[in-house]
Protein backbone atom coordinates (compact mmCIF):
# COMPACT_ATOMS: atom_id res chain seq x y z
CA UNK A 1 0.00 0.00 0.00
CA UNK A 2 1.34 3.47 -0.99
CA UNK A 3 1.11 5.48 2.22
CA UNK A 4 1.98 8.57 0.43
CA UNK A 5 -0.81 9.03 -1.78
CA UNK A 6 -3.39 11.22 -0.76
CA UNK A 7 -6.22 9.11 -2.74
CA UNK A 8 -8.49 6.09 -3.13
CA UNK A 9 -8.88 4.53 -6.71
CA UNK A 10 -12.75 3.57 -7.60
CA UNK A 11 -13.01 1.08 -10.43
CA UNK A 12 -16.20 0.64 -11.77
CA UNK A 13 -14.73 -0.81 -15.04
CA UNK A 14 -14.15 -4.17 -16.46
CA UNK A 15 -15.93 -7.08 -14.37
CA UNK A 16 -13.00 -10.13 -14.09
CA UNK A 17 -15.61 -12.76 -12.87
CA UNK A 18 -17.46 -12.63 -16.74
CA UNK A 19 -19.16 -16.01 -18.47
CA UNK A 20 -15.93 -16.00 -20.39
CA UNK A 21 -13.91 -16.57 -17.12
CA UNK A 22 -15.87 -18.59 -15.41
CA UNK A 23 -16.27 -20.44 -18.86
CA UNK A 24 -12.46 -20.80 -18.41
CA UNK A 25 -12.78 -22.30 -14.57
CA UNK A 26 -15.17 -25.52 -16.10
CA UNK A 27 -13.47 -25.65 -19.10
CA UNK A 28 -17.21 -25.24 -21.37
CA UNK A 29 -19.75 -22.35 -21.91
CA UNK A 30 -21.05 -20.63 -18.95
CA UNK A 31 -24.82 -18.25 -18.92
CA UNK A 32 -26.67 -17.36 -16.50
CA UNK A 33 -30.52 -18.52 -15.14
CA UNK A 34 -32.49 -16.08 -13.57
CA UNK A 35 -34.24 -17.41 -10.48
CA UNK A 36 -36.73 -15.04 -9.66
CA UNK A 37 -38.75 -17.31 -7.14
CA UNK A 38 -37.13 -19.71 -5.46
CA UNK A 39 -40.21 -22.56 -5.87
CA UNK A 40 -40.53 -25.74 -7.39
CA UNK A 41 -41.83 -24.77 -10.61
CA UNK A 42 -40.02 -21.58 -10.59
CA UNK A 43 -36.91 -23.12 -10.68
CA UNK A 44 -38.00 -26.70 -12.48
CA UNK A 45 -39.04 -23.93 -15.62
CA UNK A 46 -35.72 -21.93 -15.51
CA UNK A 47 -33.20 -24.75 -15.53
CA UNK A 48 -35.91 -26.45 -18.66
CA UNK A 49 -35.77 -23.06 -20.50
CA UNK A 50 -31.82 -22.56 -20.12
CA UNK A 51 -31.54 -26.46 -21.13
CA UNK A 52 -33.69 -25.75 -24.10
CA UNK A 53 -31.80 -21.97 -24.85
CA UNK A 54 -28.72 -23.90 -24.41
CA UNK A 55 -28.87 -27.04 -26.69
CA UNK A 56 -28.83 -29.65 -24.48
CA UNK A 57 -30.35 -32.39 -25.51
CA UNK A 58 -31.23 -33.80 -21.81
CA UNK A 59 -31.27 -32.69 -18.37
CA UNK A 60 -28.27 -35.88 -17.66
CA UNK A 61 -26.04 -33.07 -19.10
CA UNK A 62 -26.51 -31.24 -16.17
CA UNK A 63 -24.80 -31.60 -12.78
CA UNK A 64 -25.51 -29.10 -9.66
CA UNK A 65 -23.27 -27.40 -7.44
CA UNK A 66 -25.26 -24.92 -5.17
CA UNK A 67 -25.25 -23.44 -1.70
CA UNK A 68 -27.98 -22.38 0.67
CA UNK A 69 -28.25 -19.70 3.87
CA UNK A 70 -31.62 -19.18 3.70
CA UNK A 71 -33.81 -21.36 5.77
CA UNK A 72 -34.51 -25.14 5.31
CA UNK A 73 -37.16 -24.24 3.43
CA UNK A 74 -34.94 -22.90 0.41
CA UNK A 75 -32.82 -26.29 0.45
CA UNK A 76 -35.88 -28.32 0.38
CA UNK A 77 -37.22 -26.47 -3.16
CA UNK A 78 -34.43 -26.74 -4.62
CA UNK A 79 -33.27 -30.36 -3.64
CA UNK A 80 -36.82 -30.88 -4.77
CA UNK A 81 -37.22 -29.32 -8.33
CA UNK A 82 -33.99 -30.80 -9.01
CA UNK A 83 -35.34 -34.39 -8.41
CA UNK A 84 -38.16 -33.87 -10.25
CA UNK A 85 -36.57 -32.26 -13.01
CA UNK A 86 -33.60 -34.95 -13.42
CA UNK A 87 -35.36 -37.82 -11.84
CA UNK A 88 -31.57 -37.91 -9.59
CA UNK A 89 -30.87 -36.81 -5.97
CA UNK A 90 -29.28 -33.60 -5.73
CA UNK A 91 -26.23 -33.68 -4.28
CA UNK A 92 -25.73 -32.04 -0.90
CA UNK A 93 -24.88 -28.54 -0.41
CA UNK A 94 -21.03 -27.68 -0.12
CA UNK A 95 -19.78 -26.80 3.50
CA UNK A 96 -16.07 -25.19 4.25
CA UNK A 97 -12.76 -27.11 4.15
CA UNK A 98 -9.77 -26.24 6.03
CA UNK A 99 -8.16 -26.96 2.55
CA UNK A 100 -8.62 -27.43 -0.89
CA UNK A 101 -6.45 -27.50 -4.22
CA UNK A 102 -8.34 -25.80 -6.82
CA UNK A 103 -7.59 -24.65 -10.24
CA UNK A 104 -6.44 -21.19 -11.57
CA UNK A 105 -5.71 -19.10 -14.30
CA UNK A 106 -2.13 -19.95 -13.34
CA UNK A 107 -2.19 -23.11 -12.59
CA UNK A 108 -3.31 -25.27 -9.39
CA UNK A 109 -3.39 -23.51 -6.31
CA UNK A 110 -4.33 -24.87 -2.78
CA UNK A 111 -6.86 -22.31 -0.65
CA UNK A 112 -6.53 -22.66 2.89
CA UNK A 113 -9.16 -21.50 5.22
CA UNK A 114 -7.80 -19.92 8.57
CA UNK A 115 -10.97 -20.09 10.64
CA UNK A 116 -10.71 -21.48 14.04
CA UNK A 117 -13.54 -23.83 13.34
CA UNK A 118 -14.10 -23.93 9.78
CA UNK A 119 -17.76 -25.32 10.03
CA UNK A 120 -18.56 -22.66 11.50
CA UNK A 121 -17.88 -20.29 8.52
CA UNK A 122 -20.87 -19.12 6.30
CA UNK A 123 -20.58 -20.99 3.27
CA UNK A 124 -21.06 -17.89 1.19
CA UNK A 125 -18.42 -16.21 2.38
CA UNK A 126 -16.07 -19.25 1.80
CA UNK A 127 -17.32 -20.17 -1.83
CA UNK A 128 -16.79 -15.88 -3.01
CA UNK A 129 -13.16 -16.59 -1.54
CA UNK A 130 -12.82 -19.31 -3.55
CA UNK A 131 -14.45 -17.98 -6.67
CA UNK A 132 -11.87 -14.77 -6.70
CA UNK A 133 -8.99 -17.35 -6.11
CA UNK A 134 -10.13 -19.39 -8.84
CA UNK A 135 -10.60 -16.16 -11.05
CA UNK A 136 -6.83 -15.31 -10.65
CA UNK A 137 -7.80 -11.74 -9.85
CA UNK A 138 -5.43 -11.52 -6.38
CA UNK A 139 -1.79 -11.13 -7.25
CA UNK A 140 0.63 -12.60 -5.07
CA UNK A 141 1.69 -10.40 -1.81
CA UNK A 142 -1.18 -8.37 -1.69
CA UNK A 143 -4.01 -8.79 1.00
CA UNK A 144 -7.63 -8.43 -1.01
CA UNK A 145 -11.17 -7.88 0.72
CA UNK A 146 -14.36 -9.00 -0.36
CA UNK A 147 -17.73 -7.45 0.90
CA UNK A 148 -20.94 -9.10 0.49
CA UNK A 149 -23.24 -7.02 0.48
CA UNK A 150 -27.06 -8.49 1.33
CA UNK A 151 -28.95 -9.02 4.62
CA UNK A 152 -25.85 -9.01 6.44
CA UNK A 153 -22.38 -7.39 5.74
CA UNK A 154 -19.69 -9.38 5.66
CA UNK A 155 -16.07 -8.55 5.10
CA UNK A 156 -13.35 -10.90 4.52
CA UNK A 157 -9.41 -10.69 3.71
CA UNK A 158 -7.54 -13.47 1.58
CA UNK A 159 -3.68 -13.44 0.42
CA UNK A 160 -2.03 -15.27 -1.89
CA UNK A 161 1.42 -16.19 -0.93
CA UNK A 162 4.27 -16.94 -3.92
CA UNK A 163 6.19 -19.77 -3.76
CA UNK A 164 7.27 -23.01 -5.55
CA UNK A 165 3.47 -23.81 -4.82
CA UNK A 166 0.89 -20.53 -4.71
CA UNK A 167 -1.01 -21.07 -1.99
CA UNK A 168 -4.07 -18.51 -1.12
CA UNK A 169 -5.19 -18.18 2.43
CA UNK A 170 -8.54 -17.25 3.84
CA UNK A 171 -7.69 -15.15 6.87
CA UNK A 172 -10.76 -14.45 8.60
CA UNK A 173 -13.37 -11.32 8.74
CA UNK A 174 -16.23 -9.02 10.12
CA UNK A 175 -19.82 -9.56 10.40
CA UNK A 176 -22.08 -6.22 10.50
CA UNK A 177 -26.30 -6.31 10.53
CA UNK A 178 -26.79 -5.40 6.89
CA UNK A 179 -28.32 -1.76 5.47
CA UNK A 180 -31.80 -2.93 5.54
CA UNK A 181 -31.57 -4.49 9.01
CA UNK A 182 -30.07 -1.93 10.76
CA UNK A 183 -32.95 0.52 8.97
CA UNK A 184 -35.62 -1.99 10.33
CA UNK A 185 -33.80 -2.04 13.91
CA UNK A 186 -34.45 1.81 14.56
CA UNK A 187 -37.90 1.32 13.26
CA UNK A 188 -38.44 -1.23 15.63
CA UNK A 189 -36.92 0.28 18.57
CA UNK A 190 -37.76 3.92 18.35
CA UNK A 191 -40.75 5.43 19.13
CA UNK A 192 -42.63 7.59 15.98
CA UNK A 193 -38.97 6.59 13.52
CA UNK A 194 -41.57 4.33 11.38
CA UNK A 195 -43.42 7.45 10.33
CA UNK A 196 -40.35 9.59 10.13
CA UNK A 197 -38.52 7.69 7.83
CA UNK A 198 -41.13 6.85 5.26
CA UNK A 199 -39.55 5.03 2.00
CA UNK A 200 -36.27 5.13 2.72
CA UNK A 201 -33.88 5.91 -0.39
CA UNK A 202 -30.61 4.85 0.29
CA UNK A 203 -29.40 5.91 -2.73
CA UNK A 204 -30.50 9.31 -3.10
CA UNK A 205 -27.94 11.50 -5.14
CA UNK A 206 -27.62 14.41 -2.66
CA UNK A 207 -25.39 11.93 -0.37
CA UNK A 208 -22.09 13.97 0.11
CA UNK A 209 -19.70 13.86 3.52
CA UNK A 210 -19.92 17.44 3.52
CA UNK A 211 -23.71 17.59 3.68
CA UNK A 212 -25.07 18.33 7.30
CA UNK A 213 -28.48 16.30 7.74
CA UNK A 214 -30.86 18.48 8.71
CA UNK A 215 -34.03 15.96 8.67
CA UNK A 216 -34.10 12.41 10.52
CA UNK A 217 -34.30 10.85 7.12
CA UNK A 218 -31.62 11.86 5.49
CA UNK A 219 -29.71 11.74 8.97
CA UNK A 220 -30.54 8.23 9.29
CA UNK A 221 -29.29 7.45 5.35
CA UNK A 222 -26.33 9.12 6.11
CA UNK A 223 -25.93 7.84 9.34
CA UNK A 224 -26.30 3.69 8.52
CA UNK A 225 -24.22 3.84 5.46
CA UNK A 226 -21.44 5.95 6.34
CA UNK A 227 -21.09 3.86 9.91
CA UNK A 228 -20.56 0.42 7.05
CA UNK A 229 -18.84 1.83 4.11
CA UNK A 230 -16.64 4.46 6.64
CA UNK A 231 -15.47 1.03 8.95
CA UNK A 232 -14.75 -1.16 5.62
CA UNK A 233 -12.43 1.84 4.40
CA UNK A 234 -10.93 2.17 7.59
CA UNK A 235 -10.16 -1.55 7.77
CA UNK A 236 -9.24 -1.69 4.25
CA UNK A 237 -6.21 0.82 4.61
CA UNK A 238 -5.34 -0.76 8.28
CA UNK A 239 -4.66 -4.09 6.50
CA UNK A 240 -3.15 -2.60 3.74
CA UNK A 241 -5.78 -4.18 1.15
CA UNK A 242 -5.08 -3.85 -2.59
CA UNK A 243 -8.52 -4.08 -3.96
CA UNK A 244 -12.16 -4.31 -2.44
CA UNK A 245 -14.24 -6.59 -4.66
CA UNK A 246 -18.09 -5.71 -3.68
CA UNK A 247 -21.04 -8.35 -4.65
CA UNK A 248 -24.71 -8.24 -3.12
CA UNK A 249 -27.89 -7.02 -3.86
CA UNK A 250 -26.67 -3.52 -2.00
CA UNK A 251 -23.19 -3.37 -3.83
CA UNK A 252 -23.87 -0.92 -6.37
CA UNK A 253 -25.06 1.46 -3.29
CA UNK A 254 -21.74 0.29 -1.20
CA UNK A 255 -20.02 1.40 -4.21
CA UNK A 256 -21.35 4.90 -4.33
CA UNK A 257 -20.59 4.93 0.17
CA UNK A 258 -16.62 4.02 -0.12
CA UNK A 259 -16.72 7.10 -3.11
CA UNK A 260 -18.45 9.54 -0.94
CA UNK A 261 -16.06 8.05 2.14
CA UNK A 262 -12.83 8.23 0.42
CA UNK A 263 -13.07 12.16 -0.82
CA UNK A 264 -10.02 12.49 1.79
CA UNK A 265 -8.62 8.91 2.09
CA UNK A 266 -4.93 8.29 2.94
CA UNK A 267 -3.63 5.58 0.84
CA UNK A 268 -4.58 4.01 -2.24
CA UNK A 269 -6.77 1.34 -2.93
CA UNK A 270 -9.44 -0.37 -5.76
CA UNK A 271 -12.63 -0.81 -5.57
CA UNK A 272 -15.12 -3.09 -7.98
CA UNK A 273 -18.17 -4.62 -7.83
CA UNK A 274 -17.69 -8.82 -8.81
CA UNK A 275 -21.03 -9.76 -8.86
CA UNK A 276 -20.39 -13.73 -9.61
CA UNK A 277 -18.07 -14.17 -6.89
CA UNK A 278 -20.21 -16.93 -5.84
CA UNK A 279 -20.73 -18.55 -9.31
CA UNK A 280 -17.22 -18.80 -9.57
CA UNK A 281 -16.81 -20.11 -6.75
CA UNK A 282 -19.90 -22.94 -6.91
CA UNK A 283 -17.60 -23.85 -10.38
CA UNK A 284 -14.32 -24.07 -8.43
CA UNK A 285 -15.73 -26.59 -5.92
CA UNK A 286 -17.38 -28.74 -8.33
CA UNK A 287 -14.05 -28.84 -10.47
CA UNK A 288 -12.00 -29.77 -6.59
CA UNK A 289 -14.59 -32.54 -5.82
CA UNK A 290 -14.10 -34.27 -9.40
CA UNK A 291 -10.47 -34.04 -9.39
CA UNK A 292 -9.82 -35.34 -5.86
Not at 31 to 56: H, M, P, S
Request: charged letters at 20%.
Amino acid sequence: MSRGADRQHVDSGQVACTSDVLGQIVSRPVCAVANDRICLKGLRDAWAEQARTGGFSSCLDWQISWVSVGPPSVRQAVSQAWSEWTGRRASRPWAPQRRLDIRTPRGLLRFFNDYRKPAQLGTDRWLASLGLVAAGVPPGGRTQMIVSAGTATTIDLIRLRDGDRPEAVFLGGWIFPGICLMSQSLRASTRDLDRLMGAMNFASASLRMSDIPRDSASAIRQGILFAQTGCVRALALQHGVQTIWLHGGHADLWHKGLQLCGSRAVGEFRVTHQPRLLLAGLACRVLASQSS
